[in-house]
């Protein structure tokens, strides 16, 4: 059987280098492989990165950006106007929905959903089957820019395999999620939340276990 090619709008705008995979769609507007400008100020290794590639299938949707250095796997769907930073690698089957920014230097696990107008920090870490509704909050930086102490501290949040992350919850910087936990609709997490548990509030605090029933596991 032939293969399918890419297909690159006209609009698109694909660098040079830029590896396309089978059957990927580049669509109106969108942008694939750009180099970043950073800040003087910036946290951001400067570096000539490689150039970006998209696995088999993947979809960047209507205005959505790609930078260089990024790797992106299979069938993956990044919504219209989403934003795709440098060194980020991203598994397969991952939705990144419209509207969200995943900066740089992150890493997200297969078959993870990331709903629209979400904020994924610099130095995060997704593992695989997260799911994180709209307008969810991340953050890196306890010195919100000053001192250059921050520069050793900056790290984003870890959030571990099946947890869940509800709308609009912010997640302080470092501060872990565990294996299939649940973070409610609105909580402000301030420090670790164990695996299996529901945490609520502001500052979260934990109310109960997960179910049984909507663990992986039993799905």
Do not use: W
């Not at 769907?77 to 992150?106: A, F, H, K, M, Y």
């Not at 107008?117 to 509704?133: P, W």
């Not at 869940?164 to 470092?174: D, E, Q, S």
Request: aromatic residues 4%; charged residues 25%.
């Amino acid at each position: 059987m032939a293969k399918s090619p890419s297909d690159v709008h006209a609009t698109a705008i694909v660098y040079p280098g830029t590896v396309l995979g089978e059957g990927v769609q580049v669509l109106e507007h969108a942008v694939v492989g750009k180099q970043p400008v950073l800040s003087p100020r910036s946290t951001a290794r400067r570096e000539e990165l490689p150039p970006a590639e998209l696995g088999d299938g993947t979809i960047v949707s209507t205005g959505a950006i790609v930078f260089a250095g990024a790797s992106i796997g299979a069938r993956v769907i990044l919504g219209d106007q989403s934003c795709v930073r440098e060194r980020v690698t991203i598994g397969d089957d991952v939705v990144v929905g419209r509207g969200s920014l995943v900066e740089n230097d992150t890493t997200i696990g297969a078959l993870t959903k990331i709903q629209a107008d979400a904020y994924i920090t610099a130095y995060s870490t997704i593992e695989e089957n997260v799911f994180i509704a709209p307008c969810v909050v991340t953050t890196n930086d306890n010195f919100m820019g000053r001192t250059e102490r921050r520069h050793e501290l900056v790290k984003g949040p870890t959030i571990r395999r099946g947890a869940r992350v509800g709308g609009g919850a912010i997640l302080l910087p470092a501060v872990e999620i565990g294996e299939e936990a649940f973070v409610g609709a609105g909580a402000l997490v301030t420090k670790d939340v164990p695996p299996r548990k529901l945490v609520v509030g502001s500052p979260a605090r934990v109310l109960r276990d997960v179910p049984d029933d909507e663990l992986l596991e039993n799905q």
